[in-house]
Structure formats: C-alpha cells, structure tokens
Nanobody, 121 residues
C-alpha cells in the first residue's frame, strides 16, 4: 500500500507564507512526477505546480514567482513553499504522485487527503 500525507496547511493573512509538505510512504519502487493541485467548492481541481524526478518544474500562471515546488527524492517527500499569499489562493491543496510499487509494475496515480489553506484579506 502507498500513502501520501499532506501537512502544513492553515490560516494566514494576505502577504503571508506557508510551506506544505507531502510525504509518500509504503511499498514504493520509484516516484516519477509529483504535483500539487488545489480545489475550491464548486470548481474543478486545478494544477498548481509539478516536478519530475530530475527536478524540472512547471507552475500555473497564477502562482509563478510566488510558489516554489521542490522534492527530496531520498525521503520521498515534496514541498510547496507559498509566499505572498492572496485570498484567491484559498483552497484545499492535494498532492499527487505517479508511483511504481515494483520494477515490474506500471505507474499508478496516488493522491493525498488534502490540506486546507485559508488566506484572509
């Protein structure tokens, strides 16, 4: 079994910072792409940022220059440093990863349970 667990969410005022952590555990052979998504009620889940094994990154236009995604491959952990937060960043943030559980298995998508980020004006 594989689990992704997010932490670091909370409430902050506009202009503040938060750091989200996503820790993957269980039967993991390799992790390829890791990403953060966010969702607000009534809207589709949207990609915030993604990072591949070798470190290449991609960001949504709305967070470029404010958010930084990173990962520690040795710890199977991903981070999202969020600076200059805005009220429109308020959402539940989910981490996801494409994981192989053995050298013979294909990749499967795994999701965390989500962590709430609330930014007040």
């Amino acid at each position: 079994q594989v689990q992704l667990v997010e932490s670091g969410g909370g409430a902050v005022q506009a202009g503040g910072s938060l750091r989200l952590t996503c820790a993957a555990s269980g039967s993991i052979f390799s992790i390829n792409v890791m990403a953060w998504y966010r969702q607000v009620p009534g809207k589709q889940r949207e990609l915030v940022a993604q990072i591949i094994t070798r470190g290449s990154t991609n960001y949504a236009d709305s967070v470029k220059g404010r958010f930084t995604i990173s990962r520690d491959n040795a710890k199977n952990t991903m981070y999202l440093q969020m600076n200059s937060l805005k009220p429109e960043d308020t959402a539940v943030y989910y981490c996801t990863a494409k994981i192989r559980t053995s050298w013979t298995s294909g990749e499967s998508d795994y999701w965390g349970q989500g962590t709430q980020v609330t930014v007040s004006s």
